[in-house]
């Protein structure tokens, strides 16, 4: 009996303890999150009291400009002096907003009651979505008043030119900041995958795509043919024999169990229409392609890279798919290999 009740006691204590470093392992990731959104809020005040401040500044010194030959020259400026003074008031909103987030979330974390760290961490999350929304709206302003600069303070043909020169600058940063975007967006729900039950804690490169090969595997069995077997984000690029500049664009594709290959704008554009059959660019049947070595890239980017050709006409459209990495790369050349004789 006296065993009894001491292994009994062993347990409880065993207990306790794994308990206690489960809940220390809970609290190190929660502060780590509260670090993470605190950098993030750090991040934007600074860029909003930069842009803030510099156009603080050049507002009164275009204030002071005399009249050009230009004509409205007073309407332009007036509109010049309305979007500066909605980037420095959105800029401070911004400042103010990060200031209290910085302050006040992980004071809450620290300090707080039970389970103050969890709310500390999902007020930090839902706050930093209307901080980004805040600064969205800061870089729009900023980049109209920067334009409308241009016909206060310059002539007629400087001020188209260099109006000219910013928007196609600001067509290239928001292709890349979209590429960027795209690249890291995940999903909650691609966190875990019902066919593994959980989650693989592993390092090993061959061992995840085992792991992942046999999920797909699986999902290929029990899925229709427009379901998808293979999808993520790809570098593609479309072009007609001899191949001359590529010109890459990210796309979201995907491998239905029919062997087709779809193109989507982003994963969104793929859930809200996943029928490939009814999208207005055809995708491409497999069975009319097959692969080869890419001699025409350069040494750095034909290692990632797949080639389709046709295998009716070599003069037909060409395809190439750039992966981000060669794990990325393995998979998408054995689902390929796989769907070619569908």
């Not at 510099?54 to 979007?83: C, G, I, K, T």
């Not at 969104?268 to 029928?275: A, F, L, Q, V």
Request: proline fraction near 3%; include cysteine.
């Amino acid at each position: 009996f006296i065993l009894v009740v001491l292994l009994l006691e062993m347990f409880r204590a065993r207990q306790q303890v794994l308990l206690e470093q489960t809940n220390q392992s809970i609290l190190a990731i929660r502060q780590t999150e509260i670090a993470y959104y605190s950098s993030l809020n750090s991040a934007f005040g600074l860029q909003a009291a930069i842009l803030g401040g510099f156009v603080f500044v050049e507002m009164f010194d275009n204030a002071r400009q005399e009249s050009n030959e230009l004509p409205n020259h007073n309407v332009r400026l007036n509109m010049y002096s309305v979007f500066s003074a909605i980037v420095v008031a959105t800029a401070l909103h911004i400042i103010i907003t990060t200031t209290l987030l910085k302050t006040l979330g992980p004071g809450l974390g620290l300090n707080g009651p039970v389970g103050s760290m969890v709310k500390a961490v999902d007020g930090l999350k839902i706050e930093l979505g209307y901080v980004s929304k805040s600064f969205i709206i800061l870089m729009v302003s900023f980049v109209t008043s920067t334009i409308l600069s241009f016909w206060v303070c310059m002539d007629s043909i400087a001020a188209i030119v260099s109006t000219i020169v910013f928007i196609l600058a600001a067509r290239f940063w928001i292709h890349f900041s979209l590429r960027i975007i795209r690249r890291f967006h995940w999903e909650s729900e691609e966190l875990y995958s019902k066919s593994s039950g959980g989650t693989t804690n592993t390092d090993d490169p061959s061992l995840k795509l085992g792991v992942q090969l046999l999920q797909m595997g699986i999902k290929q069995a029990e899925s229709s043919e427009t379901d998808s077997i293979m999808e993520g984000y790809l570098d593609i690029c479309g072009y007609f024999p001899p191949q001359g500049k590529v010109i890459w664009d990210r796309k979201y594709v995907i491998l239905t169990g029919s062997g087709q290959l779809a193109f989507f704008e982003d994963r969104k554009s793929y859930r809200m229409n996943s029928d490939v059959n009814k999208l207005s660019n055809r995708p491409l049947r497999m069975s009319s392609f097959y692969v080869q070595p890419n001699k025409d890239a350069s040494a750095v980017d034909s290692a990632l890279q797949i080639l389709l050709c046709p295998r009716e006409d070599d003069s037909f459209k060409h395809w190439l798919l750039r992966c981000d990495n060669d794990e990325e790369l393995q998979m998408w050349r054995l689902v390929l290999d796989a769907s070619f004789d569908h």
